[in-house]
């Protein structure tokens, strides 16, 4: 059995080019025609960014449609969403656009926000290096991913859901490699809600389930 | 004392300072010159203070130039400063020339640094003029802007800008200060220095001897604000939320500050809050010299709520540096406040001095609320605002600028 390479990595933020928005129409002609990597950044990155960790809702969208277009209707709406749950980002992004276009035709008139609380358009590199830390028994998992940083974390159970052909987060295909034993233990990864939570909190859920799991095996 | 990673493992732990070596193992031996133009004062001047000696220590070759130049050319960078801020400033074509004039001399004395560096970071806009001398560079040339440059006075930005879009990259600290360039802009917010003089721990008997070096009243609540004497930053406004918090409890108020006396314009400020404050003994106006850190940092762990009434703000420091003594923040809803300071969680944001006052009071009533927001404070900064985070952002985006800029994944 192959050992489980833990990989880190570390977030860079830049400005994706694409000119502000100021108001809700504006937001949906901009997230029609943006690259992927700003839809990625803005639904799935929040967690890795420096910012407060916990907020209302994981994407900026609903975060700014709630904070600085005043309209929790559509905050509600977007917050909701799940990027993991779509099979590519052009089906998040025609979904994001059918939230916001239903929320137009609502109104009577175009949400916007003040200057200086525009929605900056940012995108990232993210970059990743190799720990040399190896796992080799799926026992040892849980008490390992308890000590690992909260980016070693993101990279292997969330940005794995999109680098991977099957959407699957590292951990589960490890153990998922280890024979029948250890089936029980990736089934267990997968009843995680994990886009809703901070990665400190994540972590801790991953070492607890794994911990149960392995628990009740004996 | 020369700074090393390992001084701040109790603070951020193994994990945090073994990706910081990872990272700089996959940059060893790679030069760096950072340039600016004091070695002394300012925040700029701190932040390579400690970046300089922890990226060697990573197993960079890092280094710190300093640009030197006439009182006259400081004046015209001075007005480049306020120009970009969006002050109205009268430059002419001589400035701009003993602008350039400057740069020359400075290059010619760091050429060969410069031309052999594989990164060269040019710190605001008074060594800009640099790149643009260095034909021979090897490396790669990146612009920070450590201030706000959204909405500049146009001719400033104008003749400034032919500078710094020739540049590899540039760096702001938030999207809300960029100016579009021709070239990737990242983002890398500030940070503080936990082991500084304003951020260490400090001895009980050392908070308390500043407790009585004001004559404040350990029975009763401390309300404090810690910034320069400057409009923007509403001391009267925090004034005015005090005396509607006195009504109900007795409570006491800081304002500290320092630096107004060679400002005319803090100097009138600082006058208007003298009276504002009138005779009242429960408000205390302090004005501290520009070294009075660890008094500062008393003043802040003292504090029952911290307060940064601003109206208008860049990063917002101070608001970090009470974070990190485990203080909520009532703080203005603006500029990096607001990335800081998360309504129910860190504190509240307030846009008149009555938001101020009715969030004080908030706290004054809810005392156990002081200690679960200011622990969550505490952690927002240790995960995001200190040294290692901003050191980090630094390794990742020189690893970024000798890679593609542009991609999304990069393995390294």
């Known amino acids: 059995m192959k050992p489980f390479e833990v990989m880190d990595c570390a977030l860079l933020t830049r400005m994706s080019g694409i000119p502000p928005a100021i108001n809700l129409r504006e937001l949906r002609d901009r997230l029609a025609v943006c690259g992927e990597n700003v839809l990625f950044h803005h639904y799935c990155e929040t967690t890795l960014r420096t910012t407060f960790d916990n907020p209302d809702y994981r994407n900026d969208f609903a975060v700014w449609a709630k904070l600085y277009l005043g309209d929790r209707v559509l905050a509600e ?6 990027p993991y749950s779509f099979p590519s980002m052009e089906e998040l992004r025609a979904a994001t656009l059918e939230v916001i276009d239903e929320r137009l035709s609502e109104l009577v008139m175009v949400p916007w926000a003040r200057p200086g609380d525009e929605f900056f358009f940012m ?3 993210m970059v990743v290096f190799d720990t040399g830390a190896r796992i080799t028994n799926p026992n040892r998992l ?11 974390v993101y990279y292997h159970f969330l940005e794995a859901r999109r680098r991977t052909p099957d ?6 295909a490890w153990l998922g490699k280890c024979g029948e034993p250890y089936r029980p233990h990736a089934d267990a990864l997968s009843t995680i809600d994990y886009y809703f939570n901070s990665l400190g909190y994540l972590r801790r859920e991953i ?7 392995k628990g009740a095996s004996k | 004392m020369r700074k090393l990673l390992s001084s701040y493992e109790g603070i951020v732990g193994s994990a945090v300072l073994g990706q910081l070596r990872q990272l700089g193992e996959k940059l060893a031996g790679a030069s760096i010159v950072h340039v600016n133009s004091t070695r002394e004062g300012g925040g700029v001047a701190e932040i390579l203070d400690w970046m300089v000696p922890l990226m060697n220590d990573a197993g960079l070759s890092a280094s710190w130039e300093v640009i030197h130049g006439e009182p006259r050319f400081f004046e015209i960078t001075k007005a480049f400063h306020n120009g970009l801020q969006g002050h109205t400033v009268p430059l002419t074509m001589k400035d701009w020339k003993i602008y350039e004039d400057v740069n020359e001399k400075n290059f010619e004395r760091l050429r060969p640094a410069l031309e052999e560096a594989n990164f060269v970071v040019i710190h605001d806009p008074q060594p800009a003029g640099l790149l643009k001398l ?29 500078f710094v879009e020739k540049y590899d990259a540039s760096i702001f600290s938030m999207a809300e ?13 500030p940070s503080i220095d936990p082991l500084s003089e304003k951020n260490r721990e400090l001895e009980p008997s050392e908070i308390e001897a500043v407790r009585t070096e004001f004559g404040l009243d350990p029975s009763r609540p401390l309300i404090v604000q810690v910034s320069r004497f400057d409009r923007f930053k509403d001391p009267v406004g925090v004034i005015a939320a005090y005396r509607l918090v006195r009504k109900v409890a007795p409570v006491q ?25 009138g005779n009242d003994p429960d408000i205390h106006v302090l004005l501290l010299p520009s070294g009075a850190h660890r008094t500062i940092n008393a003043l802040q762990r003292l504090a029952d709520v911290i307060v940064q009434k601003s109206t208008r703000e860049g990063f917002g420091l101070t608001v970090t540096e009470g974070m990190w003594k485990g203080k909520p923040v009532v703080g203005g809803d603006t500029g990096g406040i607001r990335l800081q300071v998360v309504n129910h969680h860190t504190g509240f944001l307030v846009n008149t001095p009555e938001g101020a006052a009715h969030r004080i009071r908030y706290f004054l009533h809810n005392r156990n609320r002081i200690d679960e927001m200011g622990s969550i404070a505490r952690e927002v900064v240790r995960e995001n605002f200190l040294l290692t985070r901003h050191l980090r952002d630094y390794l990742t985006l020189m690893l970024v600028m000798a890679k593609d800029p542009r991609e999304r994944l990069l393995k390294v």
Request: hydrophobic fraction near 40%; proline fraction near 8%.
């Open chain 2, 253 to 277: 108020l800081v304002l500290a500050g320092g630096g107004a006396t060679d400002d005319p314009e803090g100097k009138a400020v600082l006058e208007d809050v003298q009276e504002a404050a």
């Open chain 1, 142 to 152: 849980g008490p390992f991913i308890r000590k690992m940083t909260n980016s070693s």
């Open chain 1, 207 to 213: 070492a607890r389930v794994l911990a149960y799991v």
């Open chain 1, 167 to 172: 959407g699957k987060d590292d951990f589960s």
């Open chain 2, 134 to 162: 260095c034909d021979r560079r090897k490396g790669k040339w990146i612009w920070r802007a450590h201030i706000d440059i959204s909405r500049p006075f146009r001719p400033v930005w104008k003749g400034l800008r032919p």
């Open chain 1, 123 to 125: 995108e990232s590199t």
């Open chain 1, 77 to 82: 709406r977007l917050g909701i969403l799940d």
């Open chain 2, 177 to 189: 200060f960029a100016q579009l360039l021709p070239h990737p802009q990242f983002l890398v917010p």
